[in-house]
């Protein structure tokens, strides 16, 4: 079966840090685009960060450039999120989603802005940001 799960997620104060972890089952995340989405209550997904199948490319909502990192384990079939800084903003479900399709200056809006030609998606882990 192939799935995506998320984990890391958890209650942090302001300023301070989380490491989501995003795991593949049943296939290989080497060969995939990846994505990390949020979607907070009331409010649409967005894309919060992405990465290339060969890890070239990497791109960042405004809102996390400067204190998200994303990154590919190392033969660990794993793409984390590191979250640094966190603001009461962050708050929200992530969702990682993995992507067959190519990441490249064309794709790289409607893949990780919007999710789109992403082909598996997990279902989420919370992030909670409070004092």
């Known amino acids: 079966q192939l799935q995506l799960v998320e984990s890391g997620g958890g209650l942090v104060q302001p300023g301070g840090s989380l490491r989501l972890s995003c795991a593949a089952s049943?296939?290989?995340?080497?060969?995939?685009?990846i994505g990390w989405f949020r979607q907070a209550p009331g409010k649409e997904r967005e894309g919060v960060s992405c990465i290339s199948s060969a890890g070239g490319i990497t791109n960042y909502a405004d809102s996390v450039k400067g204190r998200f990192t994303i990154s590919r384990g190392n033969a660990k079939n794993t793409v984390y999120l590191q979250m640094n800084s966190l603001k009461p903003e962050d708050p929200a479900v992530y969702y990682c989603?993995?992507?067959?399709?190519?990441?490249?200056?064309?794709?790289?809006?409607?893949?990780?802005?919007?999710?789109?030609?992403?082909?598996?998606w997990g279902k989420g882990t919370l992030v909670t940001v409070s004092s």
């Open positions: 989603a993995a992507g067959r399709r190519p990441l490249s200056i064309t794709t790289v809006q409607p893949m990780c802005a919007r999710g789109n030609g992403m082909d598996y």
């Open positions: 049943g296939f290989t995340l080497d060969y995939y685009a």
